[in-house]
């Protein structure tokens, strides 16, 4: 369920949404954090839902000792108005048998805010790729049939691969199996993408193939992608780095080494 | 995973599996397990006759201005230890809930149950909330919505106290032993304008990339959704069972709830001695 920050409903409509998906090294998450940090985009609400684990810590994105003590939680919509961008950034994992709850409830906010399209940011496993996409660039993109009258030839052009649909049974040649979509590690993305299919949703899901460790050059890599589309920043990405790393990625990999050691 | 003595542990992975059976349509039968698996889940609350005569006479809401909820050993047991055994206070109900770390099926009843609620007699609008036992993941939205569906919230504050592993604390610094334990708290943005509370917190502010789960998570949450004033104050401990050194940390706290709070200056040596004693680890090798 949204419920606004303020007392006035926000209004998303023409905006574009992105949103993460729960899955594999957390590279769409990383990457939504990414862009609500570069373009310091403005809380607007929260998604309260019994779907997620609840969290609650201090600004992941404060820049100064002044705007540090803020509450944030699990789940929670940023906008950029002249951009006509909303972002949906979900720092929980779903709870298991309420994932299908969850996607429901995304399909029908989405469908009731009258975003203009939206964005999925997501990743799979790079160990469960086939032979033919072990041999290309690990980016991929899936778009439902609403979306692909829309920007079906730009993406193209962009030279963007799509999600391939792998065997059912690789290694037999059963032409009665129809190959199908197979996100192994992606959480969400698949049903996500199904339900927006059935819904007639203009929906996109950009991906990644990753193992998991320290996932943020792969975030770095999935956001220029979709910068490429979307110009989220003007500025090329592939000169200096742009991007602005949020004050909450520090300390990944625990705290300072007892200084005994030495 | 298993180890090298053999014994078989879960190992926390990021990755998600993709479930590709829940797709297909389900028997009868298994959704009608599933949902009986839910209804045992499901939390209830009962409350005393008094209290549950009120709430159930049309829409009526207890009255609440203060709400403090301890959840842990030790933030619970502080509030015993301080503030509980002043026989000031009545109980007036529980939290029942079942999940796979409750031992009994029912889930204990009485004063011996893992989420007690008591009242000050003097003001009853002040509820004390002591949670003992674990509450699962999917559990806690509903504590909270079953909760705060029963209080009145136009003039609500919310105080909580929990516990967390130092272990847990993350700080470009080393933390050193000496430190422990010691208190952060996190705030609502209700608290955080120009209330009586702002300014005088007792302890620093939760630093990024810290966080706080569990059910303070889970109210803080609601709180920040439903613009009721919460802070929540996490006491990182190294010493897991009731202890005495930690749960003086939790006094500061209290002291600032002086007019809603009597809190007792020194503790109560029976009340303690009870639940010390009843975590001291029994061990065998030195009889």
Redesign the interface.
């Given at each position: 369920m949204f419920v606004a920050a303020e007392n006035t409903q926000p209004c998303f409509k023409g905006f574009t949404l992105i949103l993460p998906a729960v899955a594999v090294g957390n590279v769409g998450q990383l990457a939504v954090d990414l862009i609500v940090s570069t373009l310091s985009m403005r809380r607007v609400g929260y998604i309260h839902t019994d779907c997620l684990i609840p969290m609650a810590g201090n600004n992941p994105y404060a820049s100064s000792a002044e705007d540090a003590q803020e509450l944030h939680t699990a789940a929670e919509v940023y906008t950029e108005a002249e951009m006509k961008l909303a972002v949906l950034q979900i720092r929980a994992p779903i709870i298991q048998t309420k994932s299908r709850k969850f996607r429901k409830l995304l399909v029908s906010w989405i469908k009731a805010s009258g975003f203009s399209r939206t964005v999925v940011l997501s990743s799979s496993h790079a160990y469960q790729r086939d032979d033919q996409q072990l041999q290309s660039d690990p980016l991929r993109y899936l778009l439902t049939p609403a979306l692909q009258k829309l920007c079906g030839d730009a993406l193209k052009e962009l030279g963007w691969k799509e999600m391939e649909r792998v065997a059912a049974f690789p290694g037999l040649t059963d032409t009665s199996a129809e190959p199908r979509l197979y996100i192994p590690g992606g959480g969400i993305t698949k049903g996500l993408f199904t339900d927006s299919c059935a819904e007639e949703l203009p929906l996109a899901v950009v991906l990644l193939f990753c193992s998991e460790g320290d996932n943020i050059p792969d975030s770095f890599t999935l956001l220029n992608h979709l910068n490429d589309w979307l110009h989220l920043q003007a500025k090329p990405s592939q000169e200096a780095n742009k991007w602005k790393i949020p004050s909450s990625w520090r300390l990944l990999f625990g705290s300072g080494i007892p200084p005994a050691l030495f | 995973m298993a180890t090298f003595f053999g014994e078989v542990v879960s190992v926390y992975?990021?990755?998600?599996?993709?479930?590709d059976e829940?797709?297909l349509e389900e028997p009868e039968e298994d959704e009608e397990i599933?949902r009986e698996l839910?209804e045992r889940r499901e939390v209830r609350l009962q409350w005393s006759a008094d209290v549950g005569e009120m709430l159930s006479s049309g829409a009526a809401r207890l009255p609440c201005s203060h709400l403090i909820l301890a959840v842990g050993s030790n933030a619970a047991r502080f509030l015993s230890v301080f503030v509980l055994h002043s026989a000031n206070w009545d109980s007036v109900g529980h939290a029942a809930f079942w999940n796979e770390m409750t031992q009994t099926a029912s889930g204990q009843a009485g004063p011996e149950a893992g989420c007690v609620f008591y009242r000050n007699k003097d003001s009853p609008s002040v509820l004390i909330c002591q949670m003992t036992s674990y509450i699962a993941?999917?559990q806690?939205?509903?504590w909270t919505?079953k909760v705060f569906g029963c209080l009145q919230q136009r003039a609500l504050n919310v105080t909580v106290l929990c516990d967390s592993p130092v272990a847990e604390?993350?700080?470009?610094?080393?933390?050193?032993s000496s430190s422990v334990p010691f208190l952060r708290s996190?705030?609502?943005?209700a608290c955080?304008g120009t209330g009586p509370r702002s300014g005088t917190a007792p302890c620093p502010?939760?630093?990024?990339?810290?966080?706080?789960?569990?059910l303070?998570?889970?109210v803080?949450?609601?709180c920040?959704?439903h613009h009721i004033p919460a802070i929540?104050y996490q006491c990182y401990s190294d010493v897991i069972s009731p202890d005495s050194i930690t749960m003086e940390t939790y006094k500061p706290v209290l002291t600032r709830l002086g007019k809603v709070i009597q809190l007792e200056p020194l503790p109560n040596a029976d009340v303690l001695r009870k639940f010390v004693t009843a975590a001291d680890c029994r061990s065998n090798l030195y009889i």
């Open positions: - | 992975s990021r990755a998600v599996e993709e479930d829940e797709e599933r839910e993941e999917d806690l939205f509903q919505e604390y993350k700080s470009p610094d080393y933390v050193s996190l705030q609502t943005s955080s502010p939760l630093e990024q990339p810290n966080i706080v789960t569990g303070p998570a889970a803080l949450s609601y920040q959704v929540a």
